[in-house]
């Protein structure tokens, strides 16, 4: 058991547990968090799996969590680690299942007095357009050769087909695609789970939210981002569905079964990984990136029907422009500063946020004069934030929080709301919920959730993003 005695308080917002609390451990854990956060972190399993994740072999420097930390599989939800390239660790339980889960934001040149009006049609139309629910596809299924298309080629290949235009490509994380995909690495069984899930919205925690920009805490960013008060956004949240969950099934199955030949011991079976320039690791990161270009795939295509969603209420006129798209559930070989040397290494964000700073080699263009958006969605009901990635997240390898992070379990969520006085609720302050599903519902009530202020307080005042804007939900439309 932990207590808070257990941790060495590095600054307000920082603590560590240091290497000795353990024998196994190789490197620090270090949680960022408030000293009032702190004790809520205690509820569940989530330190006990950031100690585990210290004993992953090459890790470096420390295995960090957002304040958003919550229990996950192997990896806490919120949990960050890097390893040594090309030699150290990569674990699919370090990505996740939703591979690539990400969140984009489309804005407009609309305000809300002028949105208003249209809001419930809006809503109704976009829920229609974009198939929501577990398991539940589009009524056309690509066939496998199309899909091979997509998983290799991703956005782009989209965009050649007549689907969203080039800045849908420019401001997306990756461009929409990852170089190393490779169809082959994937399983059939993967693959036809897939064939008919392009451009749907998938279940849990998931949803399409039309958003106002409620308030600017930079207006410099804000204006290069495109943003002004009282703005209308769509801010989508979903992955790569059942295609990204049978990879991560089928690869911890393999490296479970390979771990004796590398001579691997986890504290924690979950924790499954074998060395990245292995066979069984090069054969998962491509997959796992050829899964991240199907899940930037499906959002796009999402967008293409919210677009035409928006287009059948609005007018021909209407437009949605990407801000941008980056993805919490990824590894990515990337360079850092490590003991002041650069080096590349494997960086496994599990429910966490790449956020490059300023001058970043990896930002479009237009955004490298301010930093890489950051993109934090919050429970149904609650504020949304953008950020900006900052130079002194470089202690975090450029990470940040993906949300405000669960304070308690789904059936724990469903004893204690209900689905129908959660809608009623949010209807009395003018906030439309379209879901076909009271429980889920029930399972994303805000009150299951932490508090979204005090987690965005936190990375603002730690340095690893910060505020932009505030954005607050108009209409929710709720994967089932």
Same mark, same amino acid.
């Given at each position: 058991?932990?207590?808070?005695?257990?941790?060495?308080?590095?600054?307000?917002?920082?603590?560590?547990?240091?290497?000795?609390?353990?024998?196994?451990?190789?490197?620090?854990?270090?949680?960022?968090?408030?000293?009032?956060?702190?004790?809520?972190?205690?509820?569940?399993?989530?330190?006990?799996?950031?100690?585990?994740?210290?004993?992953?072999?090459?890790?470096?420097?420390?295995?960090?969590?957002?304040?958003?930390?919550?229990?996950?599989?192997?990896?806490?939800?919120?949990?960050?680690?890097? *390893?040594?390239?090309?030699?150290?660790?990569?674990?699919?339980?370090?990505?996740?299942?939703?591979?690539?889960?990400?969140?984009?934001?489309?804005?407009?040149?609309?305000?809300?007095?002028?949105?208003?009006?249209?809001?419930?049609?809006?809503?109704?139309?976009?829920?229609?357009?974009?198939?929501?629910?577990?398991?539940?596809?589009?009524?056309?299924?690509?066939?496998?050769?199309?899909? %091979?298309?997509?998983?290799?080629?991703?956005?782009?290949?989209?965009?050649?087909?007549?689907?969203?235009?080039?800045?849908? =490509?420019?401001?997306?994380?990756?461009?929409?695609?990852?170089?190393?995909?490779?169809?082959?690495?994937?399983?059939?069984?993967?693959? %036809?789970?897939?064939?008919?899930?392009?451009?749907?919205?998938?279940?849990?925690?998931?949803?399409?939210?039309?958003?106002?920009?409620?308030? =600017?805490?930079?207006?410099?960013?804000?204006?290069?981002?495109?943003?002004?008060?009282?703005?209308?956004?769509?801010?989508?949240?979903?992955?790569?569905?059942?295609?990204?969950?049978?990879?991560?099934?089928?690869?911890?199955?393999?490296?479970?079964?390979?771990?004796?030949?590398?001579? =691997?011991?986890?504290?924690?079976?979950?924790?499954?990984?074998?060395?990245?320039?292995?066979?069984?690791?090069?054969?998962?990161?491509?997959?796992?990136?050829?899964?991240?270009?199907?899940?930037?795939? %499906?959002?796009?295509?999402?967008?293409?029907?919210?677009?035409?969603?928006?287009? %059948?209420?609005?007018?021909?006129?209407?437009?949605?422009?990407?801000?941008?798209?980056?993805?919490?559930?990824?590894?990515?070989?990337?360079?850092?500063?490590?003991?002041?040397?650069?080096?590349?290494?494997?960086?496994?964000?599990?429910?966490?946020?790449?956020?490059?700073?300023?001058?970043?080699?990896?930002?479009?263009?237009?955004?490298?004069?301010?930093?890489?958006?950051?993109?934090?969605?919050?429970?149904?009901? *609650?504020? #949304?934030?953008?950020?900006?990635?900052?130079?002194?997240?470089?202690?975090?390898?450029?990470? *940040?929080?993906?949300?405000?992070?669960?304070?308690?379990?789904?059936?724990?969520? =469903?004893?204690?709301?209900?689905?129908?006085?959660?809608?009623?609720?949010?209807?009395?302050?003018?906030?439309?919920?379209?879901?076909? #599903?009271?429980?889920?519902?029930?399972?994303?009530?805000?009150?299951?959730?932490?508090?979204?202020?005090? &987690?965005?307080?936190?990375?603002?005042?730690?340095?690893?993003?910060?505020?932009?804007?505030?954005?607050?939900?108009?209409? &929710?439309?709720?994967?089932?």
């Amino acid at each position: 058991m932990f207590s808070k005695k257990d941790f060495i308080k590095i600054s307000e917002y920082l603590w560590e547990i240091p290497k000795s609390f353990r024998p196994d451990m190789q490197v620090p854990a270090r949680v960022y968090a408030s000293e009032k956060m702190l004790e809520d972190i205690f509820r569940d399993e989530s330190l006990n799996q950031l100690i585990n994740t210290t004993t992953l072999p090459g890790i470096v420097k420390y295995a960090l969590a957002m304040p958003d930390i919550h229990e996950g599989y192997s990896f806490p939800i919120g949990g960050v680690a890097a *390893t040594k390239y090309p030699d150290g660790a990569i674990s699919p339980g370090g990505v996740g299942y939703d591979i690539s889960c990400s969140v984009r934001l489309l804005k407009s040149e609309y305000t809300e007095k002028e949105i208003r009006p249209y809001l419930d049609k809006l809503a109704t139309e976009i829920q229609k357009e974009v198939p929501s629910g577990l398991g539940r596809g589009r009524q056309i299924k690509l066939s496998i050769e199309e899909i %091979n298309r997509i998983l290799e080629r991703g956005v782009p290949y989209l965009v050649e087909k007549g689907y969203g235009e080039k800045e849908d =490509i420019e401001n997306c994380e990756e461009r929409g695609r990852m170089e190393e995909a490779d169809a082959s690495c994937i399983s059939e069984r993967a693959k %036809n789970r897939g064939r008919d899930q392009l451009g749907t919205l998938g279940s849990g925690n998931h949803f399409c939210e039309i958003q106002k920009v409620e308030t =600017i805490f930079d207006e410099k960013t804000a204006e290069v981002f495109g943003l002004f008060k009282d703005q209308i956004v769509i801010m989508v949240h979903c992955g790569s569905r059942g295609l990204g969950h049978q990879i991560a099934t089928d690869y911890i199955r393999i490296m479970m079964k390979a771990m004796p030949k590398y001579g =691997i011991k986890l504290p924690d079976r979950e924790l499954a990984c074998v060395p990245f320039n292995s066979p069984e690791g090069q054969r998962y990161f491509k997959a796992m990136c050829a899964a991240a270009s199907y899940s930037w795939s %499906n959002r796009h295509m999402i967008t293409h029907y919210i677009r035409e969603a928006w287009k %059948n209420v609005l007018g021909g006129k209407a437009n949605l422009k990407l801000v941008y798209d980056v993805a919490h559930n990824i590894a990515k070989v990337e360079e850092h500063e490590v003991d002041g040397k650069k080096m590349k290494l494997i960086v496994h964000r599990k429910g966490a946020t790449r956020a490059f700073p300023p001058g970043h080699p990896d930002l479009p263009e237009k955004y490298k004069g301010v930093g890489q958006p950051v993109l934090l969605p919050s429970s149904m009901g *609650t504020p #949304s934030y953008i950020l900006v990635g900052q130079k002194e997240g470089k202690e975090a390898f450029y990470t *940040t929080a993906h949300g405000s992070g669960r304070r308690m379990s789904r059936h724990a969520a =469903i004893r204690r709301f209900s689905g129908g006085v959660v809608i009623q609720n949010l209807k009395q302050r003018g906030i439309i919920v379209k879901c076909h #599903s009271l429980r889920g519902i029930a399972e994303e009530a805000s009150g299951a959730y932490k508090d979204v202020e005090e &987690v965005v307080e936190v990375i603002h005042q730690a340095g690893l993003s910060k505020k932009v804007a505030r954005l607050t939900p108009l209409a &929710v439309i709720k994967g089932e």
